[in-house]
């Protein structure tokens, strides 16, 4: 996004759920959102509530989709809540006794998008649930990054871009449309909605001309987003002359990172890593893990959260912010669906900083000596998962 956008960051789930909250007690027209999990607890019940209340007493037109996988145990309940209320539910590669038959059931909707009214827009790594909120868990409460940004005269075509690739992907998922392919996209019937032509020439338009991504909002619905997703992100890396401060909660650089990451720090920039100690995923840190000894040899500093579970994805690249669903691994680079939006707001960027800040005081910094010292099924478990770091 360009400076001028007003850009708004949370790093505390209490704050985004009352902000959030808030926008759609606002909303005239529609809300268009997708989460990777969406619990049936406190949080996921309020917000159900808040969608029901706009679709049956405002005439909102509330459209939620969920994967199949990450919002797999809550997804019977959300459909008994959600019956009669005319909110749309898709679920995104629903799992089923055949599914494991199925070709690409690996590859997963990660994505976390609100739009609301296509003029108010959160993005970001938060997903709905109570581990999120400081007043249901206390300081056990997960560590995580969500952004608001807000439509003006400067970024209508972010806002444009977004729904139609939101709606579209909807209404891929609602009528069964697989694989995600643009063709097979645009073949999606929506009778409902009038627009739907001008939608698919302009995507058309935005695929041919940038494959689907716009300057400053990567999307990955499709394997050549994937692609123009890692050159752009790349591109970035090797622009980075002062820092790059990195944080990811599955932190699983494949060889072309690190070495890029090893040859810009002997360069001079300062590059750090932030990523989860404390993790709900014990395989992906362990794999990670395994990249450690060459990162720090070549003056990578290399940081782990512990005591909560760390789960922001955000990048600051000299004076450039990344945020989104993305992690630095296998799985949001080639396999994912995933949302990404670099701003040069420099605002932005001072607010990257005092929380990384922040963040640091809650981690343990890892030093060459004391890591060469780890325990050998460390070291084993460590190469056993990286083997799997495809699919982690």
Same mark, same amino acid.
């Given at each position: 996004m360009?400076?001028?956008t ?7 789930g209490?704050h985004? &759920?009352?902000a959030?909250?808030?926008?759609l007690?606002?909303a +005239?027209?529609s809300v268009?959102?997708e ?8 949080s996921g019940t ?9 679709s049956v007493?405002h005439?909102?037109h ?6 199949g996988?990450?919002?797999r ?11 009669g209320?005319?909110?749309e ?7 089923? #006794?055949f ?7 690996h ?7 609100v ?5 108010? &827009?959160?993005?970001?790594g938060?997903?709905i649930?109570d581990e999120?909120?400081?007043r #249901?868990?206390?300081p056990s ?5 969500m952004?608001?940004? +807000?439509k ?13 690739g939101m709606f579209?992907?909807f ?6 449309v ?6 097979n996209m ?13 939608l698919?020439?302009?995507?058309k ?5 940038s ?7 990567y999307t990955?619905l499709?394997r050549?987003d994937?692609?123009s997703y ?17 944080s990811s909660p599955?932190?699983?650089a494949?060889?072309r ?7 810009k720090?002997?360069s ?6 932030l990523?989860?100690?404390t993790?709900? !995923? ?9 990249t450690?000894?060459?990162?720090l ?6 940081? +782990?959260m512990?005591?909560? !579970?760390?789960h922001?994805?955000q990048?600051? =690249?000299?004076?450039?912010?990344? =945020?989104?669903?993305g ?6 680079f080639?396999h994912?669906q995933?949302?990404?939006?670099? &701003?040069t707001d420099?605002d932005?960027?001072k607010? #990257?900083?005092?929380q990384w800040g ?7 910094? =890892?030093?060459l000596s ?9 070291k084993?478990? +460590?190469k056993?998962?990286y083997?799997?770091?495809?699919y #982690?």
């Open positions: 360009r400076p001028e007003p850009v708004q960051l949370f790093f505390e209490d985004f &759920c009352d959030l909250i808030d926008d007690r606002r +005239e027209r268009l959102m989460f990777y999990i969406f619990n049936y607890d406190h309020h917000l159900l509530s808040v969608l029901k209340d706009l007493n005439d909102v509330v459209r939620l989709m969920l994967d996988i990450g919002s145990s809550a997804l019977p309940a959300i459909y008994a809540f959600l019956a209320t005319g909110v539910l898709a679920v995104y590669k629903p799992v089923s #006794l599914s494991i038959f199925r070709s690409g059931m590859r997963r909707n990660h994505r976390k998008i739009l609301i009214d296509r003029r108010i &827009c959160y993005v970001g938060m997903n649930k999120n909120s400081h #249901l868990s206390g409460r997960w560590r995580d990054t952004m608001r940004i +807000e003006n005269d400067r970024n209508r075509s972010f806002f444009r871009f977004l729904f139609a579209l992907l209404q891929s998922v609602r009528y069964g697989y694989p995600l392919s643009l063709s645009l073949r999606v019937r929506a009778k409902s909605i009038r627009s739907i032509a001008a698919r020439v302009r995507l338009q935005w695929h041919r001309r494959i689907l991504t716009e300057p400053n909002l990955t499709f050549r994937r692609a890692r050159r752009n992100y790349f591109r970035l890396l090797r622009s980075a002359k002062k820092r790059m401060f990195l599955y932190f699983v494949n060889h990172l690190t070495r890029l990451l090893r040859m720090a002997r001079g920039v300062d590059v750090r890593i990523t989860a100690g993790t709900d !995923v014990w395989s992906a840190r362990q794999a990670g893990r395994a450690y000894d060459a990162l040899r070549s003056g990578v500093r290399v940081f +782990e512990e005591g909560r !579970v760390f922001a994805k990048s600051l =690249i000299d004076d450039v912010s990344v =945020i989104g669903s992690n630095l691994d296998y799985r949001s080639l994912n995933e949302v990404m939006v670099q &701003c420099p932005l960027a607010s #990257l900083i005092l922040i963040d640091i005081n809650e981690a343990r910094e =890892i030093h004391e890591w060469r010292r780890r325990s050998l099924w460390q084993v478990s +460590e056993l998962c083997g799997f770091r495809y #982690l």
